[in-house]
């Protein structure tokens, strides 16, 4: 183990308990949850950090994906497979991982590299994203699906909860429009760029062009990704 390493184990000695109760599980295997908080970089840089959290972030994409799933089909009995794949899609989404990053304090607890932790990469939504789905995947590995689902519960239920209320009362395309044409620009207009996948599981990739600019989403249907698209350009724009 080189010098740096060594120190840190032996001087910071981390304490996951906020994190822990952020996400409403406790590893039995803190070694775990260290893995999944380790970057690329920090095991670049250290030779001796004999792996990082690429391949728990791995796992924990199709856990998700999974958990995701299962959920939405018990507590959505009337909802298409169109609804329950586009949900699940916003849910799971690297902007949406991102935030919940940011929103459990994870950036804080990330092993960086010196040069990524300079860079600014414990804000960095990619990193927040990657970690957020390593947890997911050594949490898998530590205590199966209830550990999966106790952080589930904890920390994307609620968000869940506040997709799919957005859902019912956004009219992003709309607002859209009314912002372009409020501010002398013509009518949106949405172009289909790319349509991935088999015919039971498509991923459509739209791009919206208003004011000048243009934003691109992807989606499990036309009318969801015209939306998150649409939706995207607001964000933007009204910043």
């Not at 060594?6 to 981390?14: C, N, R, T, V, Y």
């Not at 699906?145 to 239920?157: L, T």
Request: proline share 3%; glycine share 8%; net charge neutral.
């Amino acid at each position: 183990m080189s010098i740096r390493v060594h120190l840190w184990f032996l001087f910071m000695k981390p304490n996951y308990r906020k994190l822990e109760q952020a996400i409403g599980y406790r590893f039995k295997k803190k070694a775990m949850l260290e893995l999944a908080l380790t970057h690329p970089s920090f095991r670049y840089e250290n030779p001796e950090a004999k792996d990082d959290n690429q391949r728990l972030e791995y796992l924990g994409d199709a856990v998700l994906s999974l958990i995701s799933a299962e959920y939405l089909f018990k507590n959505n009995p009337a909802a298409r497979e169109g609804d329950m794949s586009q949900l699940r899609s916003r849910l799971t989404e690297d902007r949406k991982l991102a935030q919940i990053g940011v929103s459990i304090g994870i950036g804080k607890f990330l092993h960086l590299g010196r040069g990524e932790e300079k860079s600014g990469g414990a804000e960095r939504a990619s990193n927040l994203a990657d970690a957020v789905e390593a947890i997911i995947g050594a949490a898998w590995i530590d205590g199966g699906a209830r550990a999966v689902n106790k952080i589930f519960k904890k920390v994307f239920i609620p968000e869940l909860n506040e997709l799919q209320g957005a859902s019912a009362k956004s009219n992003p395309k709309g607002d859209l429009q009314e912002y372009a044409q409020s501010h002398g620009f013509g009518i949106p207009v949405y172009k289909t760029i790319e349509t991935a996948g088999p015919e039971h599981d498509r991923v459509f990739t739209l791009e919206v062009a208003a004011c000048g600019k243009t934003w691109q989403a992807a989606a499990g249907s036309k009318r969801e990704a015209e939306r998150l698209a649409a939706l995207q350009a607001l964000e933007e724009l009204s910043s």
